[in-house]
């Protein structure tokens, strides 16, 4: 067509373009019946008058940038088509979702954003079909999901199959290692004002025997049979100290401990799926299983401390968390806790703790 | 931490659209994402949908096993989940009547549910608790081999759209009264019923669906109704009931509804119609009827011939035709009235809109070939016609086919399938 001719074209016959504009800034103009296609376009068209020109380009929100603004474009040209078959329209719909998991998730999020239900529903369906059938490990490792949460709580609450005892002694003494990794750990962090830990204990021990609660004494004579395993439970009581003492504020070194020996009490006897049960629960096996400890403790390879490691600090984490927030999850999920069925060569104290938790 | 979640593809989407992945998964998967990683802990405990089937029980051949894993999961699941549950659905065999459900439907009413979904195992049968009647909200009720029985109190499910009862124990009196206390009922499904009588007022149906053995029916208020599809069964104490009964079928079921798009009958249901005297015949014109399917047409009975060409010639607007036949091949070959073709049978109906007939299990008895040769003569518009005998019928292929031959067609261009299996 000759200049001369396009001159004298009406304008109803020109196509009519629409103005956009993506969060970068980049403005680009797009055929009037496709763009139309998003209700979000069209909202803006018709309701705020926009897009129009270039001064007056459409803003699309931050999730659409031009990468996935073009996909949907295509998807919004064939799809207004409307003398299309539903055949053509399905068959164009598994060939246009076949792409990388990344840019399905962001399809997904720009889809949304430009209220396109057709396609949001069929990125979420092909999203549902890549997550349906495949193991934890699979998921994270396609989504890049962090690995987060401790064993205890993958324990999951849903599982139909039989409990392996072996699997639950082993999860017991990973929570064991990690408290004791996680001391280590705060142990550098904490204020000159506690002493060695060592020197501590005794003090400790002193003020338990002095002190009115004997049934953490005790448990505490009960622990005291090994070397490491006594440092640990002063590292344990240290840590629940610690713990009190970001909440409750005590300054003082034996009221601390009084407290500490309460709140682990009542935190004993009131739920089933504490730390601080699982510390009873694995003294009661350490006195069952001596002479495996130690061979534990040799035997966590690189890998396994690595996820320890995670697991600690998140553990860290939860420990200072509020208390009620915990306390308020602990509950909700203390009724799957299996009741642990072991023979109590302990004191009979210890059977009290163990009674009360099995509700 | 933050490189990874920087990295993590999918936790950051709406949770509009975490909800919509989770939901197309089988409630087993959704449920294992809590343990993918923190943020995903809880976010299908938020799903206002839960439907729960066969794949959700492990396997075994222990039946107890089984039926505790399953009655455990679920029970598992609505103490876990949070907020308000539209959608529950469960299929399975492996339950029957069980106390657990109680609890759950009780659980279930408190939570604002609109669709509920009962499809229990054979075996004794669930007797639906009274909380039940409690759900306010309930848009859809699918009810499968249960026990119901309202109480007094009862006035109906206000905002009750969709109600399918399936080999459901209830009385007459407690459907009737169901179905006329939901008055925004769009969608109404009742099989496997015995010796029904029924009357349905439902203002607002558009879809009705019935099977079993129905003494009566009577659609007394249904001026929207789109779309049925009506399989009778028949028993001699109905058959006899039938044969004493005057009333006029066709108008007290056809009658009022001048909306309908699509008609199936099975079984005995053109004998249904067939019954009753229709001297006062109310001309009804069936202005939005394009879809005719009747299933066992008995060729051997005239007013069961009657009742299918009322149908048809009142119809304008018919685009497709579909009939079995049943007939008894000897009792038909003698066939009386066939003289109607040629003096009653109205000569002046053109189905101008008729593109498809199906005529299936023709025995070729003589009525039976008259009828196609009525419509061949009057469907300017036929696209094709398809003719597919009768399995029992050998001999007689040829026969049919030299008649088929002769007729006449108004359509040019028909095209004749005779269709051997």
Redesign the interface.
């Known amino acids: 067509m000759s200049e001369v001719d396009m001159a004298v074209i009406k304008p109803e016959m020109m196509k009519s373009y629409i103005w956009l504009q993506t969060a970068d800034g980049l403005i680009q103009q797009v055929e009037q019946e496709v763009a139309m296609f998003c209700p979000m376009i069209c909202h803006e068209v018709i309701q705020k008058d926009m897009g129009s020109s270039k001064n007056y380009a459409i803003s699309l929100p931050q999730r659409v940038n031009p990468a996935m603004l073009s996909l949907i474009l295509d998807y919004c040209r064939f799809h207004q088509v409307p003398g299309r078959s539903n055949k053509e329209r399905k068959s164009f719909d598994e060939k246009f979702i076949r792409m990388d ?2 840019r399905l ?1 962001e399809l ?2 720009a889809a ?1 954003s430009l209220q396109l239900k057709p396609l ?2 069929l990125t ?2 092909a ?2 079909r890549i ?3 495949k193991s ?1 490990e699979e ?2 490792e396609i ?7 401790t064993e205890e ?2 324990l ?3 599982k ?2 039989t409990d392996d005892p072996r699997i639950r002694l082993l999860n017991r003494l990973y929570a064991k290692k990690r408290k004791e990794l996680q001391e280590r750990q705060k142990l550098k962090n904490i204020e000159v004002e506690e002493e060695r830990v060592d020197d501590r204990s005794v003090d400790d021990l002193l003020s338990f025997i002095n002190g009115d609660n004997g049934d953490s004494k005790g448990i505490k004579n009960s622990k005291s049979k090994k070397k490491n395993r006594r440092r640990k439970d002063q590292q344990k009581n240290t840590s629940a100290n610690e713990a009190i003492k970001n909440h409750n504020k005590e300054p003082n070194g034996l009221n601390q401990v009084c407290h500490s020996a309460e709140v682990g009490q009542k935190v004993r006897a009131g739920v089933g799926a504490t730390s601080n049960l699982h510390d009873v629960e694995d003294d009661i096996f350490d006195n069952k299983n001596e002479p495996d400890d130690g061979d534990i403790d040799d035997e966590i390879d690189p890998a396994l401390k690595e996820k320890i490691d995670r697991e600690v600090e998140d553990f860290a984490r939860r420990l200072n968390s509020d208390w009620p927030e915990r306390m308020q999850e602990i509950l ?1 999920f203390g ?2 806790r299996k009741p642990v069925h072991f023979s109590l060569n302990g004191n009979g104290s210890l059977r009290r703790y163990a009674n009360s938790e099995q509700r | 931490m933050d490189d990874v979640m920087s990295r993590d593809l999918i936790s950051g989407l709406p949770r509009s659209i975490i909800e919509s992945i989770l939901t197309r998964l089988p409630i087993r998967d959704a449920v294992r994402t809590s343990i993918l990683s923190s943020k995903w802990r809880y976010k299908w405990a938020t799903l206002t949908q839960l439907v729960f089937d066969e794949k959700c029980v492990i396997l075994s051949n222990d039946r107890c096993k089984v039926e505790d894993g399953l009655v455990n999961f679920i029970t598992r699941t609505l103490f876990l989940h949070q907020g308000p549950i539209h959608k529950f659905q469960l299929t399975t065999t492996h339950l029957q009547c069980c106390p657990d459900i109680d609890q759950w439907l009780l659980f279930l009413s408190r939570n604002d549910i609109k669709e509920l979904v009962l499809e229990l195992g054979e075996g004794e049968w669930f007797r639906v608790p009274s909380c039940l009647f409690n759900c306010k909200k309930l848009t859809r009720l699918d009810l499968f081999r249960c026990e119901f029985d309202p109480p007094p109190t009862f006035k109906g499910f206000l905002c009750l759209k969709s109600l399918n009862l399936h080999q459901v124990l209830v009385s007459p009196e407690a459907i009737e009264s169901l179905i006329s206390g939901c008055p925004l009922l769009e969608s109404l499904a009742l099989s496997y019923f015995d010796s029904l009588a029924l009357t349905i007022r439902a203002p607002n149906l558009k879809f009705l669906c019935l099977e079993g053995e129905f003494k009566d029916i009577c659609l007394e208020n249904t001026p929207l109704l789109v779309a049925m599809s009506v399989a009778m069964y028949m028993t001699d104490d109905i058959a006899e009931h039938f044969e004493q009964s005057s009333t006029c079928n066709f108008n007290r079921f056809l009658g009022g509804v001048p909306r309908l798009e699509r008609l199936i009958g099975h079984i005995y249901f053109t004998k249904f119609l067939s019954i009753g005297d229709d001297l006062g015949r109310l001309p009804i014109t069936y202005a939005h009827l394009k879809v005719v399917e009747l299933n066992q047409v008995s060729f051997e009975d005239m007013k069961e011939i009657l009742v299918v060409l009322r149908l048809i010639t009142n119809s304008p607007n018919l685009r497709e035709l579909q009939i079995s036949g049943s007939s008894n091949t000897l009792a038909a070959i003698d066939a009386p009235d066939l003289d109607f073709w040629e003096d009653e049978c109205p000569s002046n109906c053109t189905f101008k809109q008729l593109r498809v007939v199906r005529m299936t299990d023709m025995s070729g008895v003589p009525h039976e070939m008259e009828f196609i040769k009525f419509l061949l003569a009057n469907s300017p518009a036929l696209e094709t016609m398809s003719i597919s005998p009768c399995v029992y019928v050998m001999d007689g292929r040829l026969n049919m086919l030299i008649e088929l031959l002769r007729f006449r067609r108004a359509s040019a261009q028909a095209e004749i399938l005779f269709i051997q299996d």
């Open positions: 998991t990344k998730c997904t999020s949304d949001v529903d979420s369906r999203l549902a997550i349906e059938g934890p998921i994270r989504f890049h999901l962090p690995d987060d949460l709580e993958k999951e609450p849903l139909n199959t909700s009724h799957e």
